[in-house]
């Protein structure tokens, strides 16, 4: 049987590669991208993969050409891009939500990268600065990544485990990403700047300073109706009907 190859796309990443270190073949800035086959539709309903919450890293992993790109190296808005990408590649540019019991198409082919501010970074360096607004506290902080988000997770599940009544999953969060207070990378310091000194009012302008500069797809969709909604891109972005 002759060999079939299957087409490809050549997909931009939000962060245009800048953020990953020249060896990385993320810092071309590009993904080349397979479409989807009835293979990763068993990788979409692989139970397993669904249990351990790593279904949509397994489909990357699948469809992403390249073997030299490990998935946990992709900041998470360069890997919404490549999810979205895979989705139209895999069923087509609709998407039928429900909204308030009305059906309504997205056309996720209208979703425009957020790509980065060319002036607010040092090539290859995921690291960034903001200065709070109430203290004038400096910090300098990291994009979340992959494997970021694991250890984010691990931490939260193991503090979970330790006391079932408490909330740490923004804090933790937090700790994790701000990598120095006012010039000190030490641990220890970013914690008890977190827990202690961190005013509320300058957590939110900082979380919104991330949500609205960092390299990323723009998630949000005008229906018909004039509504506003955030498109969710998790497994029912695949399989409408799974709950």
């Known amino acids: 049987m002759a060999e079939f190859k299957f087409p490809t796309e050549e997909v931009e990443l ?3 590669g800048l953020l990953y270190p020249k060896d990385n073949p993320l810092s071309s800035g590009k993904v080349e991208l397979k479409y989807m086959t009835a293979k990763e539709e068993d990788i979409l309903s692989n139970q397993s993969y669904i249990q351990k919450g790593i279904v949509l890293d397994k489909l990357l992993s699948s469809v992403i050409v390249s073997k030299d790109i490990n998935i946990d190296d992709l900041i998470v808005g360069d890997k919404n891009a490549l999810l979205i990408a895979t989705r139209i590649l895999g069923y087509g540019k609709d998407y039928e939500v429900i909204v308030k019991g009305q059906s309504y198409t997205l056309d996720m082919s209208t979703l425009e990268n957020r790509e980065i501010n060319d002036s607010d970074y040092e090539r290859g360096k995921n690291e960034f600065t903001f200065t709070t607004p109430s203290t004038n506290t400096i910090l300098t902080y990291q994009l979340a990544t992959g ?3 694991k250890q984010i997770d ?5 503090l979970k485990k330790i006391d079932k009544e408490t909330s740490t999953e923004l804090t933790t969060r937090l ?3 701000i990598t120095s207070v006012d010039g000190s990378s030490e641990k220890k310091d970013i914690r008890d700047f ?3 000194h961190f005013l509320a009012r300058d957590s939110r302008a900082f979380r919104d300073h991330i949500k609205n500069t960092q390299p990323d797809v723009n998630l949000n969709y005008t229906l018909d109706s004039g509504e506003e909604v955030e498109v969710p891109i998790g497994l029912s972005f695949f399989w409408p009907d799974y709950q």
Do not use: M, Q, T
């Not at 691990?154 to 193991?158: C, D, L, T, V, Y």
């Open 14 to 16: 939000p962060s245009k």
């Open 147 to 149: 494997r970021l988000e």
């Open 154 to 158: 691990r931490e939260i599940a193991g």
């Open 175 to 177: 700790k994790h990403l």
């Open 194 to 196: 977190v827990d202690n």
